[in-house]
């Protein structure tokens, strides 16, 4: 599913609860971002027109920018844990065109997860193009998404290698390859 870089740092066989919980914690808050991140634009665009958007609106852009907050805080730690712990190494017979897609996917989503609420803060606070650049990146992450989850489909289900498992059941302490 990932894989390390740092090669000072012992591949484990699978994610520890912390990266675990990381994960799902941030796929959460992207899910929500994504569902409701419309009442940001909303509220954004009433207060250019100089009104003010619904109270639903402003209450749903506020847990966006929070949110979206949160999701940079999060991302940061999720990196500097897989740095300082490492991430497992492919199944075995897994072709190398395989692994190395993943890698790329994975680290297309680091950048994306960092990039997206820096672009959303700066267009928040600052006039410019990054307000735009935030909202483009919507149907990439869903892009993105789909071909994640569609991955750890194929793996369960037709692979049957077990990946799936990596990101649900945390590694036995002290369990490394």
Same mark, same amino acid.
């Given at each position: ?99 190395? !897609?993943?890698?790329?996917?994975? #680290?297309?989503?680091?950048? &994306? /997860?960092? =990039?997206?609420? %820096?672009?959303?803060?700066? @267009? ?27 991955? !750890?489909?194929?793996?369960?289900? #037709?692979?049957?290698?077990? &990946? /799936?498992? =990596?990101?649900? %059941?945390?590694?036995?302490? @002290?369990?490394?390859?």
């Amino acid at each position: 599913m990932s894989y390390s870089t740092n090669t000072s740092v012992t591949r484990a066989r699978g994610y520890s609860g912390l990266q675990i919980t990381l994960h799902w914690l941030i796929a959460a808050l992207v899910a929500v971002q994504l569902i409701f991140g419309e009442s940001m634009t909303a509220s954004v665009d009433a207060m250019a027109e100089g009104g003010a958007a619904s109270p639903f609106d402003q209450t749903i852009a506020s847990l966006h920018y929070w949110f979206g907050t949160a999701i940079l805080v999060l991302v940061v730690l999720r990196l500097f844990v897989r740095l300082t712990h490492g991430a497992p190494s492919s199944p075995d017979g897994i072709p190398g065109w395989m692994s190395f !897609a993943s890698r790329i996917t994975h #680290w297309i989503f680091y950048a &994306l /997860l960092i =990039a997206v609420p %820096v672009t959303g803060l700066l @267009g928040f606070y600052t006039d410019g193009p990054f307000g735009d650049i935030h909202a483009w990146a919507k149907p990439v992450f869903i892009g993105l998404i789909a071909l994640h989850a569609g991955a !750890a489909l194929f793996h369960q289900f #037709w692979l049957k290698d077990g &990946l /799936l498992k =990596a990101m649900l %059941v945390p590694a036995a302490k @002290g369990e490394k390859q």
